[in-house]
């Protein structure tokens, strides 16, 4: 019979064969030691089967024997067998000194299912029997971190890093600093940012430092480290957005434009960095390229307000009246329309002398700016063009009442008021 050594020896030279016929072997005839070693090496190279096969061969001769549980069960959990394994972890008793790692498997497996409470007081009752276990303070912050309970969250990766910096792979330090920041601790969070990346230079933490220096009002060091993080992975998609964000505040316009469009060779399905280097590209001023822009970011989406908003107050301002209802009704919103884009459609009607139409868009628009004076004041002079001097009257009554001193206002108020 091949010993457990050369089995393993057959796996790492890829001779399945010959490791599956001693691990039957094993199976059938092998001691309870020779059990355990092998199935413990046959889940480190991921035969689930055959270890869930050895371990429940040893828990028929061990039944009670709850470290053999709590392997089963864990071979289980790999296996998507997780019902199996909360049973089997249930029957694992207080006094055993598996219990403790027990109670961390249940209280992930019932994370998992968003029984958060369950999970808690699992991790809770593991606590209370090893107090000092910075594996279950760990545990503890994570899922406060996950439920967003942070200031739980922070005590306990506090009481982690009173003993240990990283836990199963885990920068604590890079955790912590996440939880801060997402609490709006940003100043606080950056010091931890700082030591995680003392540790270990890591891209997610650079992005964690950079967008939280972002969010701090630290924007040269945003830039910096966003800067970092592109030279050592230009392929960081979510980056550039916030990097030409920061430029933007420190007055950079053209660093921040040339950052979008070199996201936007990285990403060229982000209607984000498209619709906001139009935005910049009107900074420039460049109009030919922030329309260009624009339509990108709404070819995307056919359905981005913001987008078409923007769009139509550039075609106002250039009088490009037919192009605003073009893009307006080849528009796809989900519900009621914007009210602005119907102010904005009725303007390009009347402009374009389809009178009916624009005093169906300015009713419709009425019931949202009604106490709106921009919006009084083109919708008073439209129904006056059109002859309805009783409605105009009524809005520049409202234009009076916002204005008592306009003497524009007065006297048209006077004239329309005596026509009638």
Known sequence: MASVNEIVGYIENGELDKAMSAYKDILAKGS???????????????????????LSSLLEDYPHEGELQVLLAETKIELGKEEEAILLLEKVTREDPAFPQGLLLLADLYQMDGLYEVSEKK??????????????????????????????????????????????????SQRMAEALS??????????FYSKALDQKLEINTLFGFAFTALQAGHNKTAIEKFEELKALDPEYHSMYLYLAKAYEREELIREAFETVIQGIEQD???????????????????????????????ALDPGFTEGVLLLNKLLLKQERYEAVIELIRAAEFDGAEEPQLLW??????????????????????????????????DYGYFLIEEGKMAEAAEVFSKLMKKEPGNEEFRDLLERLTDDQ
């Open 32 to 54: 309870d030691e020779d059990k355990f070693l092998l199935s413990e090496e046959l889940f480190h190279f991921g035969f689930l089967e055959e270890t869930d096969a050895l």
């Open 123 to 172: 991790l809770l009752d593991a606590k209370a029997l090893l107090p000092e276990e910075a594996v279950i303070d760990f545990a503890l912050a994570e899922l406060y971190a996950h439920q967003g309970k942070l200031i739980e969250a922070v005590k306990f990766y506090g009481k982690v890093l009173e003993s240990s910096d990283e836990i199963g792979g885990v920068n604590i």
């Open 182 to 191: 997402a609490g709006g601790s940003f100043e606080e969070a950056l010091e």
């Open 268 to 298: 060229n399905f982000n209607k984000d960095l498209f619709f906001y280097g139009g935005k910049l590209a009107l900074k420039l001023p460049d109009e030919t390229e922030a329309e260009r822009l624009m339509r990108e970011a709404i």
């Open 344 to 377: 904005d459609e009725a303007v390009a009607l009347q402009e374009t002398e389809e009178f009916s139409q624009a005093l169906n868009k300015y009713q419709q628009a009425y019931t949202f700016f009604k106490d709106n004076k921009e919006f009084l004041t």
